[in-house]
């Protein structure tokens, strides 16, 4: 399968500034009525591994951004979230060619924690179950060589 259409309704995902999470290549959303959003990427030969399917490593970093991302719009985008824990089962594989989705559901948003679940799906197919906890935090200057 060498479909390179982006599914009705995704839009090319903006980053703010530079970002880990850009390491995944071109990735779209789509804006739920609840104002969560769904991750959406075509699986590349780039996010495989030897075996020709979806790295886990890959697949774990598109899950955690995903709920990172949504449990910070579920908190009214106030303060940063950061992974205190992220649990996986990885479920199917899946193929390059393949739409690649990122659903979340917000489970319980407390003053200093929030959690929630992630699936991967393409189609109706699962493809990874994880449920992450992410704490609050000020943002943070970045460690530099020259702080020692």
């Known amino acids: 399968m ?3 259409s982006v599914p009705e309704g995704f ?4 980053y703010g500034g530079a970002s880990y999470f850009q390491t995944l ?3 779209y959303v789509r804006e739920r ?7 959406g990427l075509r699986l590349l030969p780039q996010h495989c591994n030897r075996l020709g399917i979806p790295h886990g490593g890959m697949l774990a970093t598109l ?4 709920l990172g991302i949504n449990l910070h719009r579920a908190r009214r985008h106030s303060p940063t979230m950061v992974t205190v824990n992220l649990s996986l089962d990885y479920l199917a594989a899946a193929r390059v060619g393949e739409w690649l989705e990122a659903h979340v559901t917000p489970r319980r948003l407390g003053k200093q924690l929030a959690f929630g679940d992630c699936v991967l799906r ?3 197919r699962e493809v990874l179950r994880a449920t992450g906890i ?3 935090v000020a943002r943070v200057r ?5 702080d020692g």
């Open 122 to 124: 393409v189609g109706e």
């Open 33 to 39: 009525p609840d104002g969560l959003l769904v991750l």
């Open 11 to 14: 839009r090319p995902h903006v």
């Open 63 to 66: 899950a955690d951004g995903a």
């Open 134 to 136: 992410f704490a609050a």
């Open 142 to 146: 970045p460690v530099l060589e020259t």
């Open 25 to 27: 290549g071109d990735l």
């Open 2 to 4: 060498n479909d390179i």
